[in-house]
């Protein structure tokens, strides 16, 4: 009777374990494949390891400042209204957006139109300091790159009611610019046109504009300004541009059109 041996050379044979050289060759090679995918596409066109964060978080907001700086150079910057003077349009701590790109496509100021410049001489008093080094320098940056109202605050806003050549008088509760009666359903309620002060005739100087506020009680602007350089009126090089709407707070959005209203 055969009797069947086993065989200790043939047969199924046990995978032999892998050396321990390859078993950490295996993980380097599987860490890298990780790396490979958590690397953005272009990084892995190009070979480039990613920024750590510290750096990149530097980089896109010094980006984020220069595009702010571009639109407040070349669009749009905002201001506070500090006073009640333009009520009810503008209302106290209303912020504004200023068209600045208006005057770089020749805009012109034109009557009825409210307009943000820049203080002419001494129609705002002295601006106080905070006496804080440190917010005072963060203030002139975030105010110079257009996050924040400019710092210095010597800016005013006002309607315009007649520019350069044509002649402005108020009498009783009538204004007229070149004879003709000024309609302005844009005033403070109780308020009238002259606000219990006549003026005039005044012709506005060539490159000038006459200015007013719609609370016409509560606003010294040109009417005040008569005996001061311009004869009240105010250059049209300190215009910084028309007012094109509330951007704050939510609850007064307001939208005034391309070049004011």
């Not at 993980?27 to 990613?50: L, Q, V």
């Not at 996050?147 to 007229?176: E, F, H, M, W």
């Amino acid at each position: 009777m055969a009797v069947n041996l086993p065989d200790t050379h043939g047969g199924e044979a046990e995978a032999a374990p892998a050396p321990v050289g390859g078993r950490a060759e295996a993980r380097r090679a599987r860490r890298a494949a990780e790396g490979r995918r958590s690397r953005s596409p272009k990084d892995r066109r190009s070979g480039r390891r990613p920024r750590p964060w510290w750096i990149e978080i530097p980089a896109m907001a010094a980006v984020g400042l220069v595009v702010a700086l571009l639109i407040k150079t070349c669009f749009f910057q905002v201001f506070t209204i500090p006073s009640g003077s333009m009520e009810n349009t503008l209302r106290v701590g209303d912020r504004v957006g200023v068209n600045k790109l208006a005057p770089l496509t020749g805009w012109k100021p034109e009557q009825g139109q409210p307009v943000v410049f820049k203080d002419p001489g001494d129609w705002l008093p002295p601006q106080p300091n905070d006496g804080n080094p440190v917010t005072s320098a963060l203030g002139s940056v975030l105010s110079f790159v257009g996050l924040v109202p400019p710092k210095d605050d010597n800016y005013l806003v006002k309607r315009v009611i007649a520019t350069g050549g044509q002649t402005v008088q108020c009498s009783g509760s009538t204004l007229t610019v070149d004879g003709a009666k000024l309609d302005e359903p844009y005033l403070h309620p109780g308020d009238d046109s002259c606000a219990g002060l006549d003026f005039g005739p005044v012709t506005v100087p060539q490159g000038y504009v006459w200015v007013e506020g719609d609370h016409r009680s509560d606003s010294a602007d040109s009417r005040y300004h008569q005996r001061g350089p311009g004869g009240g009126a105010v250059p049209v090089d300190n215009v910084v541009g028309p007012v094109s709407a509330v951007v704050w707070p939510l609850g007064h959005l307001d939208w005034f059109g391309w070049v004011g209203r």
